[in-house]
């Protein structure tokens, strides 16, 4: 049973880490420069609350 419950865990951790890398993230625009968006595994802007998916980078 523990293997089964580990072996869902550490499907879903591959599955959050594999959403991130196709993803991206606003950094919000600060008052002398712009937004930027960074890749969702990017570790510049640690934030993950504003992830968007790679279509809507491609039209920002």
Known sequence: MR???A???QERRK???ERE???FKIQ???SHEGALL???NCGLYKSSF???SAEDA???
Do not use: M
Request: glycine share 4%; hydrophobic share 40%; charged share 40%.
């Open 28 to 30: 919000p625009q600060r």
């Open 21 to 23: 890398r196709v993803s």
């Open 15 to 17: 599955a959050v880490r």
């Open 3 to 5: 293997e089964l419950e």
């Open 38 to 40: 960074h890749r969702g």
């Open 7 to 9: 072996e869902e865990e």
């Open 58 to 60: 491609a039209i920002a």
């Open 50 to 52: 504003a992830s968007i």
